[in-house]
């Protein structure tokens, strides 16, 4: 079968990171600048060889200048070192119809560890354009400081500022070539 190359639409997509700020709120992050490669046999997903996402650690943001700063200093992510989030995707398996695990491997500031993430799998269609499309969500949890990411405050109370569970969400569309 021959293989099908698929990209992202990075106007119809988005990724995201929440962490918790003071253990009572939630803060949400963006990565503006990513990629997202597929290969499959086919147009099956099931028969996937090859997943490759990349984000762009300098285009993060969390609509506050001073925090986005911060995040891409070496306190975080350390941009200047590690520009780039990297995930490869070793083995895609169907849970029941439409959802699936995704397990793989993540890099974030040159450290590198197995992640399993949920992926649910929304359907394959041809838009007004002639364009074959697929729609995914993808959802997981990563601890921060198992990348490198150890920054940490305590406040006077005793409150920890940032947790160390990060909740990733993605929402990503496909573009066959």
Same mark, same amino acid.
């Given at each position: 079968?021959?293989?099908?190359?698929?990209?992202?639409? #990075?106007?119809?997509?988005?990724?995201?990171f =929440?962490?918790?700020?003071?253990?009572?709120?939630?803060?949400?992050?963006?990565?503006?600048?990513?990629?997202?490669?597929?290969?499959?046999?086919?147009?099956?997903? $099931?028969?996937?060889?090859?997943?490759?996402?990349?984000?762009?650690v300098?285009?993060?943001?969390?609509? +506050?200048?001073?925090?986005?700063?911060?995040? =891409?200093?070496?306190?975080?992510?350390?941009?200047?070192?590690?520009?780039? !989030?990297?995930?490869?995707?070793? +083995?895609?398996?169907?849970? &029941? #119809?439409?959802?699936?695990?995704?397990?793989?491997?993540?890099?974030?500031?040159?450290?590198?560890? #197995?992640?399993?993430?949920?992926?649910?799998?929304?359907g394959?269609?041809?838009?007004?354009?002639?364009?074959? &499309?697929?729609?995914?969500?993808?959802?997981?949890?990563?601890?921060?400081?198992?990348?490198?990411?150890?920054?940490?405050?305590v406040?006077?109370?005793?409150?920890?500022? !940032?947790?160390?569970?990060?909740?990733? $969400?993605?929402?990503?569309?496909? !573009? =066959?070539?």
């Amino acid at each position: 079968m021959a293989t099908t190359k698929w990209i992202v639409d #990075p106007t119809h997509s988005e990724v995201q990171f =929440k962490v918790r700020h003071l253990m009572i709120t939630t803060v949400t992050g963006y990565f503006e600048n990513f990629n997202v490669e597929v290969e499959t046999d086919g147009e099956d997903f $099931h028969s996937t060889k090859k997943i490759v996402f990349t984000a762009d650690v300098n285009s993060i943001s969390t609509n +506050n200048e001073q925090r986005d700063t911060h995040l =891409k200093s070496a306190d975080f992510f350390d941009a200047d070192n590690h520009g780039q !989030v990297h995930f490869e995707g070793k +083995n895609y398996e169907e849970l &029941k #119809p439409g959802f699936e695990k995704l397990q793989g491997d993540l890099t974030i500031r040159g450290t590198t560890r #197995p992640i399993t993430l949920d992926v649910e799998y929304h359907g394959t269609v041809v838009d007004p354009y002639g364009q074959t &499309k697929a729609g995914f969500s993808v959802e997981g949890k990563i601890k921060r400081k198992e990348f490198g990411l150890n920054w940490d405050a305590v406040t006077e109370a005793g409150s920890v500022v !940032v947790s160390d569970e990060i909740r990733l $969400h993605c929402e990503i569309q496909l !573009v =066959k070539q």
